[in-house]
């Protein structure tokens, strides 16, 4: 018996070695003959955030083979080195080390942005760009102090620029003057958002009648929906996560509250429609909506489909842009070399991708389209596409 | 004016459901002076019975509400008997310990079978919404079931433990002990009925609270319980009518903060009234000053 179980265990041994060499070895070998473009994919395949890192992993090789079939960039290949970094900080600041090493052009991912601020000291030491596609804090491109990290770009929006984008939403296409916001007090997600939302709304002519805050895991937003409902605002923004947001949809319409309601990206989700019941007349902003019927979207929704049976998510969507997002810089930038890549991306001007126009501003966050979806009888529908100015 | 009342309305829904819970406290200190701090997790179960018998059995509002009454009941006396009567002549701390334990082990128990995401109450109770001056009030049905179902649980508590021979034993175990014992009243009977009738008002609340915010999940039971506790303490802890009266003072208090702006500090607002109670008037607002027997 023990016999067995020590064949077992060197088995186990000598099969793990194996493993390590091969992961390696995609790595190694070819490092200066110059056939290849070597690139740099960060991601979290195993671990707690595994199902964002899986879905942007699947969305983003879908796009860099089909770069492949078509030839590569500059006729030729791209060796994809693909990383693990099992959902933790430590693990995606050794991964990112480990793929500037041998010699990747740029780094591609993380999802969280934990994980990628983890990854950003092997990007700046080693001077190549680090781009993620899902970080969407704030403080991820800028460092403490404000200034820009010079090497570190994303293509999705920032949580705060969601809030601007509302603020415009409601103005602009809802036409309304006035509004009143209820805020999650407890996250800081909620907290950019009514910043960026009350500066941007303010600006251009319109009043904020009252912030009402609330905290999260609360479940009786009764006392605060009345005082809201004595403001009689037109229309009322509601930032968070869906958990409290669903219910505070549904309290609201039951204390007969009928200002459209506005929300971001913390509402998508199916437990939303839930906890809402019925919904009607809210709207939140997206990366990404499936039921977008615009040209790209329909033909990356079909591709996808046929390669993975089922429909995509934003994260693949977002994944499938950073493919092309990268393709587009590293042509501009004429030939492989990363401080090229870097000032081709800080130019990027128009990238037009499944998830909208990106273009990157001088602290190296995208200005870009943001998906609005409207909820009809509690069912997220898409309703446009809303570019920025 | 009307903006008073809808608020009014707010609190007293929120009241009842803190009265219901605090009855329960109040009644397991009176026997045994113990704060089971348990007390908010069988609400949580109470109101995990109702969600499993309305979604899956398809059952309604008031079978489920009485099925779930009795399942907590008997939850209370199992506790009691498993987890308290072993230690009833150890010190109080250790009781004390032990219902934290209980309450911290019914929440991962859930956590683990059911998982820890939110789940949606089923609408079992069609809800009406009745319009006061001019739409500028709105009464839901849902808020006449949580305060009618309350009232009547009260008034029967109120008979029960005043007209009926098993009050009369509850009462005279909760004044002495030993001399109950004495007159031939078996205490272990009656420290399980209290239990039982504690647990299933939680139950209640539980299954009033699924059908009013529509929404549960395995540690809802904590930020509730110790609410309903502020209000046990707030009315006279030991006392029946001081729950009651606590309850709903602590639902009307909590939207009053909110309503005149601070929504961020209401529960700062509870529990700094538990603070200035125990300082000032530690028997309660109900409560007469007894002195401890020693």
């Keep these: 018996m023990k016999k067995r179980l020590l064949v077992i265990l060197s088995m186990a041994l000598v099969l793990s070695l194996v493993v390590g060499c091969s992961s390696g070895t995609t790595t190694g070998g070819t490092a200066s003959t110059g056939d290849t473009i070597k690139v740099g994919v960060n991601y979290e395949l195993t671990g707690a955030v595994a199902s964002y890192g899986v879905d942007l992993n699947d969305g983003l090789q879908m796009a860099l083979e089909e770069i492949n079939d078509a030839g590569g960039i500059f006729g030729k290949q791209l060796d994809i080195m693909t990383m693990d970094n099992k959902s933790s900080d430590t693990e995606s600041a050794n991964v990112s080390a480990r793929l500037a090493r041998d010699g990747a052009i740029a780094l591609l991912g993380p999802a969280t942005s934990g994980n990628t601020k983890a990854a950003i000291p092997a990007a700046n030491e080693n001077k190549i760009p680090l781009i993620s596609a899902s970080a969407t804090a704030d403080d991820i491109t800028l460092d403490t102090q404000g200034t820009v990290r010079p090497y570190v770009f994303k293509t999705c929006f920032s949580d705060s620029f969601q809030g601007v984008m509302m603020a415009e939403f409601a103005l602009n296409d809802l036409s309304f003057k006035n509004a009143a916001i209820l805020a999650d007090s407890t996250s800081d997600y909620a907290q950019g958002l009514t910043k960026a939302f009350t500066e941007t709304f303010e600006a251009s002519g319109g009043t904020i009648l009252g912030t009402e805050a609330y905290q999260a895991k609360e479940t009786d937003f009764r006392a605060v929906l009345t005082n809201i409902k004595a403001l009689n605002p037109e229309v009322l923004f509601v930032p968070g996560y869906y958990e409290e947001t669903g219910l505070i949809v549904k309290q609201a319409r039951d204390l007969g509250i009928e200002a459209p309601i506005l929300g971001a990206d913390g509402y998508e989700a199916p437990k939303f429609s839930e906890l809402a019941g019925e919904a009607n007349d809210v709207y939140y902003s997206s990366h990404y909506s499936p039921n977008d019927t615009a040209e790209s979207v329909v033909k990356f929704n079909q591709a996808f489909e046929a390669k993975n049976a089922k429909q995509p998510n934003a994260f693949n969507a977002l994944g499938y842009d950073l493919g092309y997002f990268f393709k587009d810089a590293l042509e501009r930038a004429g030939e492989v070399d990363s ?51 | ?287 007469k000053d007894v002195k401890e027997k020693v």
Excluded: W
């Excluded at chain 2, 809808?6 to 219901?20: E, F, M, P, T, W």
């Excluded at chain 2, 109080?92 to 956590?111: G, K």
């Excluded at chain 2, 109120?158 to 031939?184: C, F, H, I």
């Excluded at chain 2, 009013?212 to 209000?231: E, Q």
């Design chain 2, 1 to 287: 004016m009307e903006f008073v009342i809808q608020q009014l309305i707010n609190g007293i829904s929120l009241g009842s459901i803190y009265a219901l819970i605090a009855l329960g406290y109040t009644m397991v200190y009176g026997i045994i002076n113990l704060i089971n701090f348990a007390h908010g997790e069988i609400y949580m179960m109470g109101a995990f019975v109702g969600y499993a018998l309305t979604t899956f059995l398809g059952l309604g509002f008031i079978p489920s509400l009485i099925i779930s009454m009795i399942t907590c009941s008997i939850l209370g006396i199992l506790i009691e008997k498993v987890a308290y009567k072993p230690l009833r002549s150890s010190s109080r701390i250790s009781l004390l310990i032990t219902a934290i334990a209980v309450s911290l082990f019914l929440q991962y128990i859930m956590v683990y079978f059911v998982g820890p995401e939110t789940r949606t109450f089923p609408e079992v109770v069609d809800s009406e919404r009745l319009m006061l001056f001019d739409g500028k009030v709105i009464l839901d049905t849902r808020n006449i079931y949580i305060l009618g179902i309350t009232v009547i649980l009260m008034v029967l508590l109120q008979y029960v433990v005043r007209k009926t021979k098993t009050g009369k034993a509850m009462r005279a175990v909760s004044q002495d002990k030993d001399a109950a014992e004495l007159m031939g009243i078996s205490v272990d009977k009656v420290i399980s009925v209290t239990f039982a009738i504690g647990s299933a008002l939680a139950g209640a609340a539980g299954v009033l609270v699924g059908i009013y915010y529509n929404t549960i999940n395995p540690l809802m039971g904590s930020g509730p319980g110790l609410k309903a506790f502020v209000a046990a303490v707030l009315g006279g802890i030991g006392l029946i009518p001081g729950a009651v009266l606590g309850g709903f003072s602590l639902g009307l208090i909590e939207t009053l903060v909110s309503a005149y702006g601070g929504s961020i500090y209401k529960d700062a607002v509870a529990f700094a009234i538990l603070i200035i109670v125990l300082l000032l008037k530690p028997s309660g607002l109900l409560g």
């Design chain 1, 339 to 389: 401080e090229k890549l870097k000032l081709a991306l800080e130019e990027t001007d128009g990238f037009e991708g499944v998830t909208g126009l990106v273009s990157i501003d001088e602290f190296h966050n995208p200005v870009k389209s943001i998906t609005i979806n409207k909820v009809v009888n509690g069912e997220p529908e898409f309703l446009k596409k809303l570019d920025p100015k």
